[in-house]
């Protein structure tokens, strides 16, 4: 829980040494980021610390740090919808956090770093497009231009849900990603990987952890299978050592058993974009 940010949220120098662990150990780093100008230095040191775990070299960490400031600098345009204790003044629910893992992409590993805030749209009402130039004398609006670039374009943006927090509210990942090379990749993906019935449960509760209820989880041991049916329109299955899903779209996607962070991280934004699309819909009757 988020509980009081105020007197809680740890220093920088506190904070740097937990990704390194995490992120190495194949997990989730997760970090509430301060309301004020401060986010951009935490981000910056949180993602180095990551980069060291993850062995990233030193131009591509610098990089890297670089790109996670510029997302936390921006998530000062998104606090509207920060939900506070009313008798403290704090924040519980809806503060801006960054989040940090390892995942397989295209058969190598990349570190991903991810900036979440509690508004699913934009300042603007328009998702970020970085082939439109800011004008020359905005104050504003360049920072997706310069992770759009550093990344060379490996970024995105997608709905989701929070990690953090009193309750796990809705929201938005701004996200890039850096290449880890080949000589610095982690073993960890290369361990066995879990039966169905075990990465089932697994994702069960990476899902149930962000405040997504209601799951109704079949095993079938003897045919090596698991499914979970998340919501109408969304059934995942565990078999063959691959999660599969289909998303609203109707693309299916897939992710193996060694990849559950990643996995349940796409499966979340799947169901928020159902419920996103529910919502509408029933406002449109």
Same mark, same amino acid.
């Given at each position: 829980?988020?509980?009081?940010?105020?007197? @809680?949220?740890?220093?920088?120098?506190?904070? %740097?040494? +937990? &990704?390194?662990?995490? $992120? !190495? #150990?194949? =997990?989730?780093?997760?970090?509430?980021l301060?309301?004020?100008?401060?986010?951009?230095?935490?981000?910056?040191?949180?993602?180095?610390?990551?980069?060291?775990?993850?062995?990233?070299?030193?131009?591509?960490?610098?990089?890297?740090?670089?790109?996670?400031?510029?997302?936390?600098?921006?998530?000062?345009?998104?606090?509207?919808?920060?939900?506070?204790?009313?008798?403290?003044?704090?924040?519980?629910?809806?503060?801006?956090?960054?989040?940090?893992?390892?995942?397989?992409?295209?058969?190598?590993?990349?570190?991903?770093?991810?900036?979440?805030?509690?508004?699913?749209?934009?300042? @603007?009402?328009?998702h970020?497009?970085?082939? %439109?130039? +800011? &004008?020359?004398?905005? $104050? !504003? #609006?360049? =920072?997706?231009?310069?992770?759009?670039?550093?990344?060379?374009?490996?970024?995105?943006?997608?709905?989701?849900?929070?990690?953090?927090g009193?309750?796990?509210?809705?929201?938005?990942?701004?996200?890039?990603?850096?290449?880890?090379?080949?000589?610095?990749?982690?073993?960890?993906?290369?361990?066995?990987?879990?039966?169905?019935?075990?990465?089932?449960?697994?994702?069960?509760?990476?899902?149930?952890?962000?405040?997504?209820?209601?799951?109704?989880?079949?095993?079938?041991?003897?045919?090596?299978?698991?499914?979970?049916?998340?919501?109408?329109?969304?059934?995942?299955?565990?078999?063959?050592?691959?999660?599969?899903?289909?998303?609203?779209?109707?693309?299916?996607?897939?992710?193996?058993?060694?990849?559950?962070?990643?996995?349940?991280?796409?499966?979340?934004?799947?169901?928020?974009?159902?419920?996103?699309?529910?919502?509408?819909?029933?406002?449109?009757?």
């Amino acid at each position: 829980m988020l509980g009081s940010l105020a007197a @809680d949220t740890p220093h920088v120098t506190d904070a %740097v040494h +937990a &990704p390194a662990v995490t $992120v !190495s #150990g194949g =997990g989730c780093s997760a970090s509430v980021l301060p309301l004020d100008a401060s986010c951009a230095a935490m981000a910056r040191n949180l993602f180095r610390a990551a980069a060291g775990g993850a062995g990233l070299p030193a131009e591509l960490a610098y990089d890297g740090a670089t790109m996670a400031s510029e997302l936390a600098a921006n998530s000062r345009h998104a606090q509207a919808a920060i939900q506070f204790d009313g008798a403290r003044g704090c924040p519980v629910a809806g503060a801006p956090e960054i989040w940090l893992y390892l995942r397989r992409a295209g058969g190598e590993q990349e570190l991903v770093c991810k900036v979440f805030d509690a508004l699913p749209g934009w300042k @603007d009402g328009r998702h970020p497009d970085p082939s %439109v130039e +800011a &004008p020359l004398d905005a $104050v !504003s #609006g360049r =920072g997706l231009h310069v992770v759009d670039g550093l990344s060379r374009g490996r970024w995105g943006h997608h709905l989701t849900r929070a990690r953090l927090g009193g309750w796990k509210v809705a929201g938005k990942a701004v996200w890039f990603a850096l290449p880890v090379p080949p000589s610095n990749a982690l073993d960890r993906f290369r361990r066995p990987p879990p039966g169905s019935c075990q990465a089932a449960g697994v994702l069960e509760q990476m899902l149930c952890d962000r405040g997504i209820e209601h799951i109704v989880r079949a095993d079938a041991p003897a045919s090596g299978m698991s499914v979970l049916s998340i919501r109408r329109g969304l059934t995942v299955w565990c078999r063959s050592r691959v999660v599969s899903w289909t998303t609203r779209s109707g693309h299916r996607e897939c992710r193996a058993f060694s990849d559950l962070v990643d996995a349940a991280e796409k499966i979340v934004c799947a169901h928020e974009e159902l419920a996103s699309a529910e919502t509408t819909g029933a406002s449109q009757r």
